[in-house]
């Protein structure tokens, strides 16, 4: 009789502690989830419509084969874009986008920026502003011109080395620090080139500043230059010009 209590006694002891482990464990499922390896930022939190939103993040490690994936939803909870972009060599990545103007397809609030790489993810908010903030643009910038190698003589192809350049004209009175940057995407929206050139221009100067391309595959692309004050906190100096392109095998 003893040696039955005592198993029973056993058995309840086992179940109390298989219930207290299970009670604990439920609790820390309930709390706060682990911060994302991911860092991630934007260059700011709020925007107007019509403006551009630059995100830049680290990843904790580079793996091959994968590429940062960007989802951008709404305040509907709506996709707006997908983004998808190669990291740098030192585990870094930037992206931009641009808000459009305030209708009834883009609504104002709060919007959700998602990204992962490999088994990571991370996310990072927005507010969008009805209304757009009109910049009093104190640059001019010309539609980009392509140069190759074999100048005008035929279409560009796989291999070529592509000179992306454009006229600027500082407007002000006063010298002007100026980021020439050129984003290159495929007609899938991923960012095959993202690069940037800096310099300073005295007050009503013209210069021309480039970047150069090298395209791996044929396909459709768009390219797209915008001038920026700082690349940090970026105010957009003009409006962006946009080019579409095709690229022969």
């Avoid at 972009?85 to 709060?110: R, S, V």
């Avoid at 791996?216 to 010009?241: A, C, H, M, R, V």
Wanted: charged share 25%; hydrophobic share 40%; aromatic share 10%.
């Amino acid at each position: 009789m003893m040696k039955v209590t005592a198993a029973v006694i056993c058995i309840l002891a086992l179940s109390f502690n298989v219930g207290l482990y299970s009670c604990t464990y439920a609790a820390d499922m309930q709390g706060e989830r682990p911060k994302s390896p991911i860092a991630v930022t934007t260059d700011k939190t709020d925007y107007y419509t019509g403006e551009v939103v630059k995100i830049e993040g680290r990843l904790p490690a580079i793996t091959d084969g994968n590429e940062v994936n960007i989802i951008v939803k709404d305040a509907n909870g709506k996709t707006f874009t997908k983004l998808r972009i190669k990291p740098a060599p030192d585990n870094k990545f930037a992206a931009f986008f641009k808000i459009p103007l305030y209708d009834k397809l883009f609504p104002t609030g709060k919007w959700m920026i998602n990204i992962s790489y490999a088994i990571w993810a991370a996310k990072v908010d927005i507010i969008v502003l009805a209304g757009e903030k009109r910049p009093v643009y104190s640059v001019t910038i010309s539609k980009p011109e392509l140069v190759t190698q074999y100048a005008a003589s035929r279409d560009i192809r796989v291999g070529d080395k592509v000179m992306i350049i454009s006229e600027v004209k500082n407007n002000e009175e006063r010298d002007q620090r100026i980021f020439y940057i050129v984003q290159v995407k495929d007609d899938l929206g991923r960012t095959v080139l993202l690069d940037w050139r800096t310099g300073t221009l005295s007050a009503k100067e013209i210069a021309k500043f480039s970047v150069t391309w090298m395209p791996e595959l044929e396909g459709k692309y768009t390219l797209q230059t915008f001038t920026w004050d700082d690349i940090g906190n970026p105010t957009p100096l003009s409006p962006s010009q946009s080019v579409s392109l095709t690229v022969a095998g």
